[in-house]
């Protein structure tokens, strides 16, 4: 018997973002990281794979372990880089792409070594969180010890607002990639998700490493759900839940832990299978909205650890029927936006007890 509070997983919208995505002029490195944004990271890996995508991303070594053991050949890029000599040197070993960003990892390249992956260098050209000065990038390789990476190597960084596509900073940091890159000639990466919808490394004059997360999951960088329609790009979560009571609420009693809400009229009440310890928001006490039989209602009274008060005192329902919590139509953006939070922590927040369904699977489809 399975819980029927469930996270949904549709792999035929995975597939149909990857390809809107894929606009032939970048080659796309797909973000799998923190369990591919709670989608579930060995299922959607493998899907991905299936359809083509050449090169996954994650933070830690820890996750590129778990592919590699799950029998993911493909190479891995580490965005947070490695944390030991002994993680560099297993990364080279295993086909995983380190991403450099500190004094301390140059020091575990062995002078005249060639690798047989390309060692990635990340510049800060105005993020600040990790990276290289132009300074130090030169620096490191005016060292002629170091000549052979420079046939092996790719440049990255990272956009601190690409979100906002009229934000000029993102010029200001392509500028000052583009000033050190001359130097190299080498290949590149510059977008994330926001970076690469909005087109913003286009002028770079050369293809680019595009590292997509939230767009394959087809969720907007920006929580504004709108972006998405610009690539047709669809949510492939849907986080459902059973109601599993209903009651009559009068007139001024209240609702749930400290009694936040009081029924202004009397009020129908169901009771939700779903609460903060699956991972949806507690912030959602008294703001959230939920889908039931595709009307929406409020959330009324404090979340809770295991279940939500619902008013369905308008809306046709009984027990047993499943509430859609976000998913294509009450999108995870709208939700996140009346936290004040973003889609990124909802979804990637999905707790492990929620079990993850996939639909749609791609060896399904190609039977057809
Ligand atoms: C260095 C780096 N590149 C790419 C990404 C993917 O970002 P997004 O999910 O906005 O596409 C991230 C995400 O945090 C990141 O840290």
Redesign the pocket.
């Known amino acids: 018997m399975q819980r029927k509070t469930v996270a949904e997983i549709d792999l035929a919208a995975l597939r149909h973002n990857v390809q809107c995505l894929d606009d032939g002029k970048s080659t796309l490195i797909a973000?799998v990281?923190a369990n591919a944004?709670g989608h579930g990271m060995l299922r959607i890996a493998e899907e991905l794979v299936q359809c083509g995508v050449k090169i996954l991303?994650v933070?830690f070594i820890d996750e590129a372990h778990t592919l590699r053991n799950s029998g993911i050949t493909q190479p891995i890029l580490v965005?947070e880089g490695p944390l030991a000599r002994a993680e560099f040197d297993w990364m080279v070993m295993h086909n995983c792409w380190p991403?450099l960003h500190s004094q301390e990892q140059l020091d575990w390249i062995s002078p005249h070594r060639v690798f047989d992956v390309p060692l990635w260098f990340k510049v800060d050209t105005g993020m600040h969180r990790l990276g290289f000065s132009a300074d130090e990038i030169m620096t490191f390789f005016a060292q002629p010890q170091y000549a052979k990476i420079k046939e092996n190597m790719v440049l990255a960084t990272?956009f601190a607002c690409a979100d906002n596509p009229e934000d000029p900073f993102s010029q200001q940091q392509i500028d000052a990639f583009r000033e050190l890159h001359q130097n190299f000639g080498c290949p590149i990466s510059i977008s994330?998700?926001?970076g690469h919808i909005h087109e913003l490394a286009s002028g770079f004059g050369q293809s680019d490493y595009a590292?997509?997360?939230?767009?394959l999951y087809g969720c907007a960088?920006n929580n504004q759900a709108e972006v998405l329609s610009t690539r047709d790009l669809h949510p492939v979560m849907t986080l459902k839940a059973p109601i599993i009571a209903m009651r009559e609420v009068a007139h001024s009693e209240g609702v749930g832990y400290g009694q936040t809400w009081t029924a202004t009229r009397d009020s129908t009440i169901a009771t939700v299978a779903i609460g903060y310890a699956d991972g949806y928001p507690r912030h959602a006490s008294n703001c959230g909205r939920v889908l039931v039989n595709g009307i929406t209602c409020p959330i009324v009274g404090r979340v809770s650890m295991d279940m939500i008060t619902i008013d369905v005192t308008d809306v046709p329902c009984n027990i047993g029927d499943q509430v859609v919590l976000w998913g294509e139509s009450n999108r995870v953006e709208h939700i996140a936006n009346a936290m004040g939070t973003i889609n990124?922590e909802c979804v990637t927040r999905v707790s492990e007890r929620v079990p993850r369904n996939y639909l749609n699977p791609y060896c399904i489809d190609k039977k057809k």
């Open positions: 973000v990281k944004y991303a933070a965005l991403m990272h994330n998700s926001a590292r997509v997360g939230i767009t960088p990124y």
